[in-house]
Each structure stands twice: as structure tokens, then as C-alpha cells.
């Protein structure tokens, strides 16, 4: 539904429209590359979803450069790989015609620019520099959502300067903030000038129910058991391990700013405040651990100071691959620690272990996890084009309001310039067809219609008036 409402309201308008409105919706660097994309190879659901898979391929490609980069263990590696790509939370959006693959990728790309910062030559750090900006600025301009982890990043990197871990002059960051800059403004500086305040105002009122979300979406997220023995496994951990996740998320974020303050206390009784250098290998554990914990900060601020909702699970995304990389830097950190801190290493490891069984066990190639609902519409499309096909009269079709962004889409895909579609009312259109979604089947299907097709995986229904054939 989510993409067919992108296709309708950001792709297919003219380009004028599509840079002159804006929508937390509109991803604009992917509706602006989807609309290129159908206009080069037509309208199908394949040339909606080439930007996300583009995405797809730059979000698994910087994971592994990520994992590489930052671990001296290949089976820490091999577990961080599997943390971030197995989620199916966030596999699921990888295959969404919406933004945030691209918005991951980018954004990975950029983290990963900077992890090798220090191996790359002096004289070629502030082409680097620039590369990571303009990496992070499109990720911002994919999904403006991105802008929180963004911006927590640079006050980072800017911390790793004044640290004495890149090596650089602290004026230097000004070639990582203007290529962001520059890059978002070019794709989405147009569309946001037409921001309203309202378009703002979906969320939570806790920052603990986007918590609560973003631990749904992470291991119940295919909730009605169509993966591989999902529904059991669910069962079983439902009542265990959703609730661990929130607490592991609250522990591993309380260890890492313990660590950091003591890190600091210890760096200024040994050194005084003329500065406090710290290793590569000890600043990426606050930095992905600090990503987390900055952009939390950021979004109570805004709530606290601007009344703005706290996001729901899709909006923080991003916080998946970086409570991943932050756990298993703790695993292999800690490792050779002593032995309370070796049994922290074993549990998390232990935890890690879990949700990536967990995660392989959720994959369902039929449909977007938590859309089942709308998973029929092309079947539905095409069964009405097919019975149509000899006719040339119009077609009236009815259909429930969960799937009448979807039906429209296809449409447009089929050019179905006949059809007269319409969202259902309490009379549906005489004569016409008439299209349910399983919430509206449950009732049954309305007096003076019968049904002709019903969808096995989306419960969805196509019914006719009694007497039509």
C-alpha cells in the first residue's frame, strides 16, 4: 500500500509537483530516482523498486566493508554481517519502493569512508572527507529521518579531531558538513521548502513506545507466523525475548557512556584537560554506541523543547545496524577483559547468537512482513483486467480503503482507462465489482453480492452482485 501511495503521489505527477510537495512520505531522493527509472524502462513493480534495490546493494556492501574494517576476528566479522542483514525488519525495507534502503546504504557508505579514514594518506583525506559528506547528505536526502544520525555523527567526528584520533585540524570538518549540505539541498532543498508543521505529527508521546516499536518490528516483526516455523518460534520468545531486546538495548547503551565517562575521567587525572587522544580501535566502540545514545538525546530535545513525536520503528531504522556493530565491538572488546567483563562478552554473544537464529527463522519471501493484508492486489488486478478483457464497457469497481492505493497503481501499470474505481462506501457502486480486504471479509460479503475469488495469503475478497456471472 505504502509503495503504491509513493508511486501515486511522488512518482507518477509531473516533476514540478513531485519538487514542489513534500510529505514524510516523499523520500525524494528515491522518488526522484524512481520516476527516472519508469520513465526509462516503464511502469512495472521492478522499475518502482531499482532504486531500492540499488540501496539494497550499497547497504550489504558497506555492512561487509564495515565489518572488516572495524573487527580482527572473522567469526565477529561473520556475526555483525549476520546481525544487520538478517533483521527481518530491516531486510523487509530493502525491498520496499520507499527510501530507506538508499537512505541505509548511503548512510553505511559514509560511516565506512570514515572508519578508514586514518589507513588513507594525508594528502588524501579531504577528498575522503568530502566523499563522506556528500554519501551522508544524499542518505539525509533519501529520508530526511537520517538527519538525527547524521548530525550525531558529525558531533563525533568532530570529538574524534579535538581527540587526536584522525590526525586532522578541527577545521577540517567543515569538508564533511558542506558536501552534507550541498547534497541534501540539491535533492530535497525544494520539496522541503513546502514542509508544514503538520506534516511532522505522527508518532508517540514516550520515547519508551518507540522503543517498544523498534523491539516489535526487530523480532516479532513477521507477527503472523508465515516464515519458516515463525509462528512457534514467536510463542516461544514472545513472552521472553521481546522483552529482553529493550533491556539489552538499555544495558549496551549504559555501558558504553559508563565506559566513555570513566574513558574521560581517567584520560584527565593521568593528562590534565590539554587533551585526551584516543585509539581508533577504542573510538569506534563510542562512536556507533554514541550514534545511539546522541540521537536519543536529540529526539527527547525535540519533544521536550518543540513537542515533537517521538518517531515510530521505521523512522529509527537506522538505530539497527548501530546497536549491532556496538554489540559485537563489545563482544570482542571485552573478550580479553576480566572475568566479569568476559561473562558480559559471553552473554551478549549468547543474545547475539539468539537473534540471528531468530531472524533467519522469520524470513518470508511472500509478501512485506507486516502487509499481508494488501499482498493480493495484483492477483486481484489482474482477475478483473482478465474477465474484462472482451468488454468495453466501463468498470466499476468498489474497493476497501487498505487497498485502493494499490488497485490504483495497477491501474496505471495495466491502463485500465475503462476502470472506474472508487473507495468503498456503505452503497458500493451498482453492478460493479466489489474488493474487501480480510478486515471487511471477517463480516462476510455484503447482501446482494457473491464471491468470486478470494486471496489465500491476504484474505482478501472479490465479489460480484448476485445474478452478474
Known amino acids: 500500500m505504502d509503495e503504491a501511495y509513493t ?81 527481518p525488519f ?37 577528498s575522503r ?71 511532522f505529527v505522527g508518532g508517540f508521546a514516550s520515547v519508551f513506545d518507540t522503543l517498544s516499536n523498534f523491539s516489535i518490528a526487530c523480532v516479532l516483526h513477521d507477527w503472523e507466523g508465515n516464515g519458516v516455523w515463525t509462528k512457534q518460534i514467536n510463542i516461544w520468545t514472545s513472552d521472553f525475548f521481546y522483552p529482553a531486546f529493550r533491556i ?3 544495558i549496551v547503551l549504559g555501558t558504553v557512556a559508563c565506559w566513555f565517562a570513566g574513558y574521560l575521567v581517567g584520560r584527565l587525572r593521568r593528562q590534565g584537560r590539554a587533551g585526551f587522544p584516543m585509539a581508533p580501535n577504542e573510538y569506534w566502540v563510542f562512536f556507533f554506541g554514541g550514534s545511539l545514545i546522541l540521537s536519543a538525546a536529540m529526539l527527547i530535545v525535540a519533544h521536550r523543547a518543540a513537542h515533537a513525536p517521538y518517531p515510530f520503528a521505521r523512522m529509527v531504522i537506522y538505530c539497527w545496524p548501530l546497536l549491532a556493530f556496538t554489540m559485537c565491538l563489545l563482544i570482542e572488546r ?12 559471553v552473554l551478549l554473544l549468547m543474545f547475539c547468537v539468539t537473534i540471528v537464529i531468530q531472524s533467519g527463522l522469520q524470513f518470508d519471501m511472500d509478501h512485506f512482513g507486516w502487509l499481508e493484508y494488501s499482498a493480493g492486489t495484483k492477483q486481484i488486478a489482474g482477475i478483473i483486467r482478465d474477465r474484462e478483457a472482451g468488454s468495453t464497457r466501463e468498470v466499476a469497481i468498489s474497493s476497501s480503503g487498505s487497498l485502493y492505493a494499490c488497485l490504483s497503481y495497477y491501474e496505471s501499470v495495466y491502463s485500465m482507462k475503462r476502470w472506474r474505481l472508487k473507495e468503498r462506501s456503505a452503497s458500493p457502486q451498482p453492478d460493479g465489482y466489489l474488493v474487501i480486504d480480510v478486515f471487511e471479509a471477517r463480516n462476510g460479503v455484503p447482501s ?22
Open 448 to 469: 446482494g453480492y457473491r464471491q468470486i475469488w478470494r486471496d489465500p495469503l491476504s484474505g482478501a475478497v472479490i465479489a460480484v452482485p448476485v445474478g452478474r456471472p
Open 90 to 126: 530491516t531486510f523487509d525495507y530493502m525491498s520496499q519502493a520507499r527510501g530507506y534502503s538508499l537512505s541505509l546504504g548511503f548512510y553505511l557508505l559514509g560511516v565506512l569512508v570514515l572508519i578508514r579514514l586514518p589507513q588513507v594518506e594525508s594528502s588524501r583525506k579531504s
Open 334 to 345: 571485552f573478550h580479553p577483559g576480566n572475568v566479569a567483563l568476559r561473562i558480559f562478552s
Open 248 to 250: 539489552v538495548v538499555l
Open 7 to 87: 508511486y501515486l503521489s511522488f512518482v507518477a505527477p509531473p516533476l514540478t509537483q513531485v519538487l514542489t510537495t513534500y510529505s514524510p512520505n516523499h523520500h525524494v531522493l528515491f522518488s526522484l530516482l524512481a520516476k527516472a527509472s519508469i520513465q526509462t524502462f516503464g511502469v512495472s513493480e521492478l522499475s518502482l523498486r531499482l532504486p531500492a534495490l540499488l540501496g539494497c546493494i550499497l547497504f550489504f556492501f558497506a555492512s561487509w566493508g564495515i565489518g572488516r574494517a572495524l573487527f580482527e576476528k572473522r567469526s565477529t566479522m561473520l556475526l555483525s554481517l549476520c546481525l544487520v542483514t538478517l533483521d
Open 129 to 199: 572527507l568530502v566523499l563522506a559528506g556528500t554519501l551522508l547528505g544524499l542518505a539525509v536526502a533519501a529520508n530526511i529521518a537520517f538527519g538525527i544520525p547524521v548530525v550525531a555523527l558529525n558531533l563525533l567526528f568532530g570529538a574524534a579531531i579535538a581527540g587526536q584520533v584522525f590526525d586532522l585540524r578541527l577545521k577540517t570538518i567543515s569538508l564533511l558538513l558542506g558536501p552534507e549540505i550541498v547534497a541534501f539541498c540539491a535533492v530535497a532543498g525544494s520539496p522541503l521548502l513546502h514542509a508544514d508543521r503538520r506534516d
